[in-house]
């Protein structure tokens, strides 16, 4: 199974909107990822999303770029700022059977779940940018023994886009 992680694109200051929806530099930022994507032939079985705004956004944004329905798009707690990793691999079980799976999420938690897929024990540090995206194989859920493929920058995602 494939899992990309993308935390989502800059968004607007609470005080300017509650929601925090996406600037409009950030959803150029995600339009860019989802085209540089689509250029590397990445597609998607399953695309899920927290509830936030901002990662609603950027998932339907993504869907947009590389053809995925963005009604098929997951809305789920399971992969909130906060949500515990081991919840968030648990509630992945339920689409194993599914190849490349994404999760357009926030901070911490992407980052928790690549450490969670790559590591038991001690931290792995995988640095996400927003619009950023990575790539981590495994071979079955839970695992600690998961391999990551690659981390490309939104800055390395706009030149394969470009």
């Known amino acids: 199974m494939e899992i990309y992680l993308m935390q989502h694109g800059p968004a607007l200051p609470k005080e300017q909107d509650l929601d925090q929806a996406l600037s409009p530099a950030g959803e150029a930022r995600i339009h860019t990822s989802g085209k540089a994507l689509k250029k590397m032939g990445v597609n ?83 640095e996400f940018e927003m619009g950023g995206c990575c790539r981590i194989d495994v071979e079955d859920l839970p695992t600690h023994s998961g391999h990551l493929r690659w981390y490309l920058t939104p800055e390395q995602l706009k030149l394969i886009a470009s």
């Open 44 to 126: 998607f079985d399953v695309i899920l999303s927290s509830p936030k705004k901002r990662s609603k956004q950027t998932a339907s944004i993504v869907a947009e770029e590389i053809g995925f329905p963005s009604e098929k798009i997951i809305e789920t707690e399971k992969v909130k700022a906060m949500a515990p990793p081991d919840e968030t691999i648990k509630a992945l079980t339920e689409y194993s059977g599914n190849k490349k799976i994404l999760i357009a999420g926030h901070l911490p938690s992407v980052a928790e779940i690549a450490s969670f897929l790559l590591t038991e024990g001690s931290k792995a540090i995988v």
